[in-house]
């Protein structure tokens, strides 16, 4: 099976929970990682100031008015990646800008605005253009190239490749309700999260630690090797709570949840 069916035939978890959005974070930065694809310029990484990894929802359950959720990532002056913030995504034309290939896509923000912009739990709007050079490799450690006045630029996943995309219009907005029930009380806003001042927390099976690996090996233009059979299981595990923890989302938030049947 190719990578890019297996991205869309793939047996994800709901993306309604924090479990979820990090599992399918994950998987977006697998496939970033593999060997056998166009990589992303090592710099796009280096040089952000925070990251949103994304996805479209198709079938199964979303939040109310959205079109799919992900995480949002800050990024230090010492280049250490912040814990997740949970994320909607919203705009009835994403679907149709990305098309059936492309439903996985990574937002660099490339001002501490743009991250910034989430501290007072602001919808942060993406630009519409967009002139990331992928072609140079991994290896390229150029700066980021945003045009429009725009401090947001996205590549999307599609048939085995990272390829620059515009998403003008579309709005990313955090989910403080997902966000305080995996953190806890003590996350009162998305500041709180992001500067570190409330801890990731121990007891939740997530594939976190994984993914700020991830994101250390696509800052310095590596790839990844085939899974061992213990990495296959912790991912299956993390899939498994991760619809767990959705299933307790759905509950408690029936009125802010929805499902999208299959296509017929």
């Avoid at 034309?93 to 001002?111: H, N, P, W």
């Avoid at 993406?126 to 590549?155: A, F």
């Avoid at 570190?196 to 700020?212: A, C, D, H, S, Y």
């Amino acid at each position: 099976m190719s990578q890019s069916a297996s991205s869309s035939e793939l047996d994800r978890p709901h993306r309604t929970s924090m479990e979820g959005m990090i599992w399918n974070a994950h998987h977006t930065l697998e496939m970033a990682l593999d060997p056998n694809t166009v990589g992303i310029p090592q710099g796009y990484f280096q040089n952000c100031a925070g990251i949103c990894i994304l996805s479209v929802v198709e079938v199964g359950f979303v939040f109310s008015g959205s079109v799919g959720s992900g995480l949002l990532l800050g990024k230090s002056d010492t280049g250490e990646w912040s814990s997740p913030v949970a994320c909607s995504l919203s705009s009835a034309s994403v679907g149709l800008t990305l098309g059936k290939a492309q439903k996985d896509f990574i937002v660099f923000l490339s001002e501490q605005a743009a991250v910034d912009t989430f501290f007072s739990e602001q919808s942060l709007k993406l630009g519409g253009k967009s002139n990331l050079t992928l072609g140079h490799g991994r290896e390229y450690v150029g700066t980021l190239d945003t045009q429009g006045g725009s401090p947001t630029v996205c590549v999307a996943f599609s048939e085995g490749a990272f390829v620059s995309v515009a998403l003008g219009g579309a709005l990313v907005k955090p989910r403080m309700d997902v966000n305080k029930g995996f953190y806890g009380a003590g996350a009162q806003d998305v500041a709180d999260i992001l500067r570190g001042k409330v801890g990731f927390p121990e007891n939740r099976i997530t594939l976190m630690p994984q993914l700020w690996q991830q994101l250390n090996q696509l800052s310095k233009g590596e790839t990844r090797e085939a899974q061992s059979s213990s990495s296959k299981a912790e991912v299956e595990e993390a899939r498994v709570a991760a619809n767990e923890a959705a299933e307790l989302v759905h509950r408690e938030q029936k009125n802010h949840v929805e499902e999208l049947p299959a296509s017929t």
